[in-house]
């Protein structure tokens, strides 16, 4: 049986992932071997482990036994580990869902729904290194794939409404206790236009908390997501054209993917609002019918009040494996100018889920070449 090393299990991405695990019974097909970068030497308390002692994530040599490593720990995490481990002659498949990876030329972007045959010859052309997209970009290929499948699509405007959960835990943590101290301001007033003065008044304080958020995200948003990048964009911006034309393998003729990022208060699932350019004029039902099919996880919601208030929201999908999209319509540009709106799960599709199907993909390729 093969070794699986895990590593970041104990934080939000792994612990869904682990969760999935259990879902599916995925730890049926492996040894797992849980590493960590503070508990080594503890015994491990997941039920898949069995009661087995906790492997320290920086010993090369403990890493360099198994067959599969899988990272969630992060990007420094990667930045300090693989190269250590490539060098010490570590010939093993690294799994990772950190970005520091994605674009190296030797790595495959993961999201089989899109590129299950790209994984696949990956792997027989003696690939090892498969990670995980970035998630607003794995959740948009999802929500689109029909029309990406029928070639449909001359450019895509993404206006992402990004949760909270994509900043990681503290980010999470930190906007919850500003909920609180929101709430709390706001029950000291008796009208609305009070309760909002003294909202408004809190939010500038000094000390309201967002040493995490950096600015206050509660009763708020933030136009702005990860560093400085090129043209007036943001990293975050930037990852949409770039990962997902590699996802695509278009890098030759890449489909222009652009927008703007927000970080808003949800907790946990990331929504994006969709201009569409098409290549030619397209009838909604045959929109909707090349949406509907393209694979097991979108979920079309019509374009109705009620049906859209019901099920196309973080609150409707999360905790699932549905894309949902819907509002879909034409533009007063014309027929071939398409408006949508989609939500997911920005730590199930879009981060655990990947990682989870790329790991049964190489079992089952290493397994079929030892038969």
């Known amino acids: 049986m093969l070794k699986v090393g895990l590593i970041g299990w104990r934080g939000m991405v792994g612990s869904v992932l682990c969760g999935r695990f259990d879902e599916e019974n995925d730890w049926a097909g492996f040894q797992p071997f849980f590493f960590s970068t503070s508990k080594a030497g503890e015994s491990c308390p997941l039920a898949a482990a069995r009661g087995a002692s906790i492997l320290d994530a920086k010993n090369i040599n403990e890493l360099s036994k198994m067959d599969i490593l899988l990272s969630t720990q992060g990007g420094s995490y990667t930045e300090e580990i693989y190269p250590k481990l490539r060098a010490a002659g570590w010939t093993g498949y690294w799994i990772d869902a950190a970005s520091t990876l994605r674009m190296k030329e030797e790595s495959t ?3 089989d729904p899109i590129n299950g045959a790209a994984i696949k010859e990956a792997l027989k052309a003696g690939g090892r290194d498969f990670i995980g997209g970035n998630c607003t970009v794995s959740l948009l290929l999802l929500a ?7 070639d449909l699509i001359e450019w895509v405007s993404s206006m992402t409404y990004q949760a909270a959960s994509g900043g990681g835990a503290a980010f999470m943590s930190e906007l919850l206790k500003q909920y609180q101290l929101v709430g709390e301001k706001g029950a000291q007033a008796d009208t609305a236009l009070s309760q909002e003065i003294l909202v408004r008044d809190e939010l500038r304080s000094p000390s309201f908390p967002c040493s995490v958020t950096k600015v206050p995200l509660a009763a708020s948003l933030i136009p702005w997501i990860d560093v400085p990048w090129q043209d007036g964009r943001t990293k975050e911006e930037w ?3 770039a990962e997902g034309n590699k996802i695509l393998d278009r890098t030759a003729n890449p489909l222009p993917i ?3 990022c927000v970080r808003v208060g949800s907790l946990r699932c990331h929504s994006q609002g969709l201009t569409i350019k098409l290549r030619r004029p397209a009838e909604l039902n045959e929109l909707e019918e090349l949406i509907k099919n393209a694979n097991s996880w979108v979920r079309y919601i019509p374009n109705e009040a009620e049906a859209t208030r019901a099920a196309l929201t973080p609150a409707a999908v999360s905790g699932t494996l549905d894309i949902a999209i819907g509002r879909l319509h034409h533009l007063a540009m014309g027929k071939d100018y398409i ?8 730590l199930l599709w879009g981060a655990a889920e990947p990682l989870r199907r790329v790991l049964n993909i190489i079992i089952s390729q290493l397994e079929s070449e030892q038969c």
């Open 239 to 241: 990852k949409a054209m």
């Open 258 to 260: 652009d927008g703007l």
């Open 109 to 111: 972007i993961v999201l």
């Open 144 to 150: 689109i794939h029909g029309l990406l499948k029928a």
């Open 339 to 346: 408006g949508a709106f989609t939500v997911g799960d920005q």
